[in-house]
Every structure is written in C-alpha cells, then in structure tokens.
C-alpha cells in the first residue's frame, strides 16, 4: 500500500510541527492530488493542531473550511489551536472563513455549501446514531470538490468491524495512518496497584474491598439488575448512595472514594473521572468537603476542587480549565482536584496533572484512553522536575476466593481487555503497512541547490526566495514583495514550508525619503534607488552606481562629487547595504 503514488509529490509542514503532523498537511495540500485522508494517531500527539494548519493553508490559498466534531469541546478547542497557528495578525481576518458545527446541526442542515476542506474530527462519535450516521456520509459524498480528512484517536472501541465505518465515510479507497511519535520520555508513568487484569502486565488495578453499607447495597443490586449492562451493580461499587453521610464511616459507604482520598497529596494536582453523576461525582464532592475542601470560586481561597460534567456551561468549563491550566495553579493554589464526567473526556488539555483517578471502569478501552490522553499529552508536564503521573484504575471487590478477586469491576476491566487485545491486533497489521507508507514518503524528498543568491543555506535549512520578488537576470525589483512564497526546506526533518522566512534571514531593500546603495544579489553590483512620495528620480529597480550622474547626487547629499564620498556618506546614515539577503543571527 503506498501512500504517494506521485514520484514528485511536495512535502509541507511549518516549522514547529512533527512529522506525524507534516504527513498530514502534505497528504492533503491543496496542491497535492490526493481526495482524503484518515488518521488515527494517539491521543495527545497533536492531531488537531496539525489539522489546524492544514485548513490555515487551504484559507491562505483563498478555500473555505468545514469543521465538524461530536461536541462544543472539541469546537471549542479546535478555535484555540487555529490561534496558535497565526502567528501573522493580517491573517486573523480569514477565520471567518471556517465553518465550526456539530455533526447534528450538519446532520440537520439542508445546504450544504461549498468547502475546499472538511475535517471530521472524533469521527468515532458518528457510529453512535445509525441514522445520523447514514445522511452525514451521504452528504459527504454530494462534496466531490472536497477534500476530506477524517480523525479518530480510537478507530475501533468494542469490535473490529468499528474501523469499516469509518473508512466507508470516504468515498474514495482512502489511506489510514498511524503516529509514529512516543510520548515525551522524560515523563514517567506509573499504574498504581496490582497486575490482575488476565494478559495484562502493564495496566494494573487499584483495587478495594466494599464493606459494610455498600457491600449490602452491592449484592442486592447484583441480585436485582436485569439489564446486560449492570446499571445499579455498577453505581454500587461507587458508593452505597446518593448522598454522603458524614456520621458514617467512609469505607463503609465507598471503598473506591475512601482509598482515593488516602492517595490525595498538597501541591500534586489530581484528576479523576467517573461515569455517574449523583453516586460518583457529587458523592466524591461531599467526601471532599468532609475532609476541608471548598467548591472552587474566583475568590475562594481554601483547597478547593471544580467540576465539568453535563451541567457545566461552556463559559464555566472555560473558566474552570484555564485556572486549572495556568502556571499559578501548578501546585494546586487554586484547584487542585478536578472531577469530570465523560464530557471530558475528549478534546481538552489538563496539564501538569500528578495522579489521575478512574473511578468507574468502562466496557472497552477506548473510553480509558481518551480519559487517561487528557492529561499525558506532549508537552503536558513541562516546567515539573519530577515528571510522574500515577494512574489508578479502580475496582472494588466484594469477595476473594480460590486466589481470584471477585467484583464486576474486575469482570468489565477483564471484558474490556479482550476486546482491546482484538482492536491492537488488527492495528499491529495497519501499522505494518503504515511503516512503508511513511518509509516511502520520507524517501521522496526534492530540494533546490544554493546558489548563493535567492536560494541561500542555513545549518539543515535551504530556504528559496526566488517567488519572493520580481527579479531578472541582473536584479530584484523592489517594487512588490511577496515574502509569503518563501519556501524552506529542512533537510534533516524532510520537511517543506511556504511562507514568510524565519527572522535570521534579513533582507535589505531600499528605504524610503532618499538614496540607498544596495548591492545586487544577482549580478554583484552596486545600484542606488531614490524613494520619494513625490519625487521620481530612481525607482526601486535602482540603476547602475557607475551609470549616476555622481556630481548631482553629491550636492543632494552635501558631499565630494564621487562615487566613493558618495558611498562613505550613505554608509554613515545607515543607507548601504552590501548584501541584499543576509543572515542576522544576534
């Protein structure tokens, strides 16, 4: 399977992205052949950012994009990485270019429009609504003039057959990859708690025996449940009710929310997920208010802890997470707890989180990995010097016999195992046919030879400023200047960029309000340029140094009538160049 069936395929990126990244902005360049693109890259390698400046390129070369996710999160969050690929203020303008909806309101819609790109992101969601599902994928197909990249951090949660969906939402026989990038080694990540989960060593359980209440309410709620998904078992393995009474032992009430408690240090801060509301998140609350914390405001000043679950605004989500995020909070001053439900699971950013909570366990993976992905992320404990995250994946127990502990927990994180050891073996075969995909496309690498004069070299990078001006055999025209079709080429990444030079190269053109000197980088010599709003006498094309009447010239600038007088006085205003192109590296 090839990924670039073109011998001269270009390659893209910017210069602060991986090549995980560059795969995709050149896969699907607009000046590149190819129709879609899926990825399933891990969560917190940067899938949306890339993505990000994959629809910047398409809004500079004058497309409109489509931008379609499961949630306002991931909405939300996609805004947030497009800001940080403008690095250039004119371009702010061409944000109201992008069309940002959910995948029901596209569901809904009745026109469609007309996109250079549409990007589909968390694509995985799409599998929840057979029918919202089917009209989205037809309406897919209706876009031929669209490019298509779908993104999915987990293309198959509790079967295989899941990836077919996803790759049936392209029209076209479409390529799926892989990252190749490992996440930051400086972080360590440790699985508190012991190996029990049967052909799993590395994720281990921390486990906790019910007791008491809770262990009464357990088994009656195994007893009674007549659904296949142990709805009240499963609540009961959190706590024994709804509400915390403080009057009564804790351990007696939740084994799992007793021993969290006991993990709790000052100055880490700690995550912890739980699908249930009112015996999960509300009961971990009133436990925490127990032991002194407060709900966190603006003004609160004791330890606190926050929540995000289906309740909380866009606007208090926001507030919630830059206060948890930002550099004042890295030891927790402000919050250091944060409760979330499953709306937090996907597309937000936790960072510098030192113990992360998984409180009720999932049927699948899937969901344990978007959880766990919010807070390993590149670049997501940068500034710590301890670099560790300790994970605790729950399970409480009601009996142990026969050397086995005994408890649904375990039977749904065992469940949960088999399909994801199914899922990493139909991966393992996509990602051997990844390896030669991204093997061929970094092999396929032409670059422009220096020459000294527009196409100068810097370390690994060759950059190409040809497209830049006008120019002839002689020399640049100074009249328009179009730095955004500078192209750079790493040679030691592989990687292609187009616009504006990084600030070491320094280009001098002629000032204004008088004479300027410059040398051509072209034909090495020197030329002299007037610039005046109302005076024409030489243009910014300059004319020959020798060709002046130097006489003339001399008087204006109060100096010896000769080329060289001439010369040391425009040098001591700062008026001569003798390189039109040179690298500033102070």
Known sequence: M???TNSYIDHYGFVNTFKDQNYIISYLHPKNPYRSLIICYEVGLGKTYASA???????????????????????NNFKVEYNKVILDSRFKSLEKNINLMTFTKFYRLKEIGNYGLVILDEAHNLRENAIRYKIVKDKLDLMINSKLLIISATPMIDSV????????????????????????????INYIGESIIENNDTEKLFLSKMKGLQL???RKALKSDNDTVYTN????????????????????????????????????????FCFYVARGINFVAKAL????YSKWNALSSTKNYAIIDGKTTAKESEEILNTFNSIANTNGKHIQVLIGSSVLSESVTLYRVRKLHILSPFWNYGQIEQSIGRAIRIGSHDGLIDKTIDIYLHASYSDFKDGKYIGKDIDMWNIANEKKIKINKRLDQEKEANDLIKSEWEDKFDVPIPDGKLIIKYNEWIWDLSKCFDHNKFKISWCKIYLDNAIGYN????????????????????????????RSCIDNKLRISYIDK???????????????????????LFCKSSISDIIDTLKKNNRYFDKQIEYDLQ
């Open 2 to 4: 090839k990924l670039f």
């Open 53 to 75: 400046c994959l629809a910047h390129i398409y809004l500079t070369e004058g497309y409109k994009v489509l931008y379609l996710s499961n949630s306002l999160n991931s909405i």
């Open 161 to 188: 057959d899941e990836l077919d969906s996803i790759l049936n939402l392209a029209s076209e026989k479409t390529k799926i990859i892989f990252s190749s990038n490992k996440m930051d080694t400086n972080l360590k």
């Open 216 to 218: 009464e309410d357990y």
């Open 233 to 272: 078992t499963r609540q009961a393995s959190i706590s024994y009710n709804n509400n915390f009474n403080p009057k009564i032992s804790l351990d007696e009430q939740s084994s799992k929310v007793d021993k969290l408690i006991e993990t709790l240090e000052d100055g880490k801060l700690t995550l912890i």
């Open 289 to 292: 208010e127990n032991i002194g």
């Open 491 to 518: 040679t030691k990444e592989k990687l292609k960029i187009i616009g504006n030079p990084p600030s070491y190269i320094k280009i001098n053109k002629p000032l204004e309000d008088g004479y300027t000197i410059w």
């Open 534 to 556: 109302s005076v024409n006498k030489f243009t910014k094309r300059g004319r020959l140094l020798t060709n002046v009447n130097a006489e003339k010239v001399s008087k204006e």
